[in-house]
């Protein structure tokens, strides 16, 4: 699938799980007043968004294994490089990042560095945020550089806003595992499909012969539309009540 396509599943997957992850004490760190006075666990509005986005730029994650993929181009040669490196560590496109294996283990690394080292979670945090951005296409067409200045701004602005509503990352670590984890489910509903439990080579797909070719009319011209609608209507349901 195309980059916008799994970076809109992984917003759909947060604000799909969200409500059920809010009532688990260990992965939030903010609490408020029900109509009853009991204090309960709850995400704030901005923590709703904040992992809408964090998880539609995990979602892109899988994808360091192709250096012509728009994680690889986000940042010029720094992920290119990368890029080119995690091809050749996990054996080419859709191999090992492309598993159940490497969604856990980036799940589990994002948590480690969310409790460990704040300021290794907040780079990690800003880096997620503007490939989100760049992965749903804001910028200006056919203008590279104009869009990469109008893509720092939004993420340094949005960064900001979640400081100044003291936004908690206990739960960063589970975005980053279900974003990878987005991505490979839709990768599995493409025809070459992906090794879910690499090492062993076996790919999966799923549903059995739904068979999506990538960047094809289907996908750009329906999928990616109705993708975008539900992810306005998962906001807009969410944020709503709060």
């Not at 206990?170 to 279900?178: D, Q, R, S």
């Not at 490979?184 to 797909?205: A, F």
Request: glycine content about 12%; proline content about 5%.
């Amino acid at each position: 699938m195309m980059g916008h396509t799994h970076a809109l599943t992984g917003a759909i997957a947060w604000l799909g799980v969200a409500p059920t992850l809010a009532a688990l004490p260990l992965l939030t760190e903010s609490t408020r007043f029900m109509e009853t006075g009991v204090m309960v666990n709850a995400l704030t509005p901005a923590e709703f968004v904040a992992g809408a986005l964090i998880c539609s730029g995990a979602a892109m994650l899988p994808d360091l294994d192709h250096p012509s993929a728009t994680i690889a181009q986000t940042f010029g040669p720094v992920t290119w490089g990368l890029s080119k490196a995690v091809a050749w560590l996990s054996g080419g496109h859709r191999n090992a990042t492309h598993s159940l294996l490497f969604a856990v283990g980036a799940g589990f690394g994002a948590h480690y560095l969310a409790s460990t080292y704040p300021i290794g979670r907040d780079i990690l945090v800003v880096l997620l945020i503007g490939l989100a951005l760049r992965s749903i296409g804001i910028g200006i067409p056919g203008k590279k550089f104009a869009s990469a200045m109008v893509n720092i701004g939004l993420t340094v602005g949005l960064f900001a806003v979640f400081r100044s509503d003291n936004v908690g990352y206990a739960w960063l670590g589970l975005a980053v595992a279900v974003g990878c984890l987005t991505h490979v489910i839709g990768d599995c509903c493409t025809e070459k499909g992906c090794p879910v439990l690499w090492p062993m080579r076996q790919r999966w797909l799923l549903p059995w012969k739904i068979g999506i070719k990538t960047g094809r009319a289907f996908e750009q011209k329906f999928l990616a539309p109705v993708l975008s609608v539900v992810v306005l209507g998962l906001l807009y349901f969410r944020l709503a009540p709060l």
